[in-house]
């Protein structure tokens, strides 16, 4: 597991795939030519990990001046859907690549994979078995122990064609038979024990409707698939890397014009998160999130929502760079990655999540003013807005206490602070609800001679506090999200435990009576900015509208990784 405290990797590191690819161009294997290609399900929407695979095939095909395709892997109909065909679009055009006309579906080749399964049931190398799914796993055998031959698997080959034929034409039930490769059911390799090329299923999909009722296995579909397009780099996670063998082998046994290399590295594994799509669609469908695009899930569209930008996604992929083993990357470096991003462009503003009433008794009535604040320090190009103050303002409920413990520096009886680009206040009253005994207001004096400034006569405040005038100020709603689980890696589960029992409960919170800059009343939804002080939000691309904004939390200040890995830096 990847340490917390290892440092991100220096942008634009080598990987051992690129480093192969560099090794075939200068030996003249396929041409110099560079294909690579992406082959999403479209059974649910595209996750973190999806956008590490993006970024390096897409990546790598750009920079080799090589093509990269979007091939659809739709060879199981039953949760497949446009719906989620478009989303992977809108996703990878997202991120900032584009296939140039170059998208394919598995469906298409249907026809083609069929005549290919023919092909080898003509050479004696695949046969119509009838054993049950479950027979099929007792005769594979186990890692110690070799396989045994199917009954079935002697058939001539007239007989295998016959019954393909059969199969296709939907004589037979759902399950009632298959379609197996004849490899060896003694191979120390257990996908190479006959594995299954097709299944029956009488379901209606989605782009062919009920043409086929017979679909290919997703191993035999993906190296034809790869083979038929010319693709020279079949990139893919390590999950795959036993199923190689089986590429190698349909590709060789149907003696293919040409035949692509797969290469295999590491999936992301991320902290308090899981990338199981099986997980995430049952998240969705259980409602404990409130679906795909939720902020809290992992997924492209999630993070989108939330506020996250494309340049964050790709600078986090570059960073944890392509391995050969599996581990486990802190979700602080992807953080970290969104902060450095929006650091440099979020223009800054002042909300008040907690608001609490403050007069000026010493402001004169009915005066108002503007005071100039900085929109972005790191970019001074970005200039300068124009922030209304007025007698009574809000500040945060939180930069007040009554009785403060030592070092806390905000606004305290008796004490005075700075408030952010205006002056300096000093608490003179509590006032309190007579019932409960809570705050309600406190009534202050400000200093004249201060504003946008230090005093004239040298005094100094330890405490700057954000604030918003309350005559100016605009209402929203603002969301707080933190980590959708607990535990760090919520996918090992305990005994007796499911995944979801680690969800965790304060993952959102729903924040009414906020009180926003004026500015910020028609803020365009998508858009980013930073509230002084709290952190960096987006007004939600599909509930806020002008004069009723909705803000996500993306990402709080406090940036532990940065701090870690200057730590690290400086050892």
């Not at 920079?63 to 497949?80: I, N, S, V």
């Not at 800054?348 to 009915?366: S, W």
Request: proline share 6%; net charge neutral; charged share 30%.
């Amino acid at each position: 597991m990847a340490s917390s405290a290892t440092p991100p990797q220096p942008s634009g590191s080598t990987n051992f795939i690129k480093q192969i690819i560099e090794a075939d161009i200068a030996s003249g294997k396929n041409n110099g030519r560079v294909a690579t290609r992406f082959p999403p399900e479209p059974n649910g929407y595209l996750h973190i990990g999806h956008a590490k695979s993006i970024c390096l095939n897409f990546g790598l095909a750009k920079e080799f001046g090589g093509a990269c395709h979007l091939r659809f892997d739709d060879t199981d109909p039953a949760k497949e859907s446009m719906e989620y065909v478009e989303s992977i679009q809108q996703d990878v055009r997202w991120l900032g690549f584009d296939w140039q006309g170059r998208r394919f579906f598995a469906s298409d080749y249907f026809e083609a994979l069929y005549d290919f399964a023919v092909s080898l049931i003509r050479r004696g190398k695949a046969y119509v078995d009838h054993l049950s799914a479950d027979e099929i796993r007792d005769y594979r055998g186990t890692l110690t122990a070799p396989g045994r031959n199917s009954p079935y698997r002697e058939r001539s080959i007239e007989e295998n064609m016959e019954l393909f034929q059969r199969m296709r034409a939907g004589e037979f039930r759902d399950g009632e038979c298959v379609l197996r490769a004849k490899i060896d059911m003694a191979s120390p390799n257990i996908v190479l024990r006959d594995p299954t090329l097709y299944r029956i299923k009488h379901v209606h999909h989605y782009r062919t409707g009920g043409t086929w009722c017979i679909y290919p296995m997703y191993d035999f579909t993906h190296c034809l698939s790869d083979m038929m397009e010319g693709i020279t780099h079949s990139i893919c996670t390590l999950e795959f890397e036993n199923n190689r063998a089986l590429y190698d082998w349909v590709l060789g046994a149907l003696e293919t014009p040409c035949h692509p290399q797969q290469i295999e590295f590491a999936r992301l594994n991320l902290s308090y998160t899981v990338l199981s799509k099986r997980k995430l669609i049952e998240l969705v469908e259980r409602g404990i999130v409130s679906g795909w695009d939720d902020p809290r899930m992992p997924t492209i569209s999630g993070y989108r929502r939330r506020g996250y930008t494309p340049e964050a996604l790709r600078s986090f992929c570059d960073r944890i760079g392509v391995a050969r083993a599996d581990s486990t990357v802190d979700i602080g470096l992807l953080e970290h990655c969104l902060r450095e991003d929006l650091n440099k462009r979020a223009p800054r503003f002042m909300a008040v999540l907690q608001p609490l009433k403050v007069t000026l008794v010493n402001y004169p009535e009915g005066r108002e003013e503007e005071l100039e604040a900085v929109n972005n320090p790191e970019d001074p190009s970005m200039g300068s807005r124009r922030v209304p103050f007025s007698r009574e303002i809000y500040i945060e409920r939180e930069d007040f206490l009554e009785d403060p413990p030592r070092k806390f520096f905000r606004l305290a009886p008796g004490r005075e602070v700075r408030l952010r680009y205006a002056y300096f206040i000093r608490c003179e009253e509590v006032v309190k609800d007579p019932t409960s005994g809570e705050v309600t207001e406190l009534r202050c004096t400000y200093d004249p001679t201060t504003r946008g400034g230090d005093a004239p006569d040298g005094r100094r405040v330890q405490g700057t506090l954000h604030w918003v005038s309350a005559a100016h100020a605009a209402p929203a709603e603002v969301r707080l999200y933190d980590h959708l689980f607990m535990r760090e890696n919520p996918g090992e589960v305990e005994e007796g435990r499911h995944f979801t029992d680690y969800v965790n409960p304060g993952s959102l919170k729903v924040l009414q009576g906020c009180r926003v800059e004026p500015s910020l009343a028609n803020a365009a939804p998508g858009s980013h900015c930073q509230f002084e002080r709290i952190g960096y939000f987006c007004a939600d691309p599909k509930e806020s509208r002008p004069g009723r904004p909705v803000f996500n939390r993306s990402a709080t200040l406090k940036d532990t990784w940065a701090k870690i890995a200057k730590q690290v830096k400086g050892r």
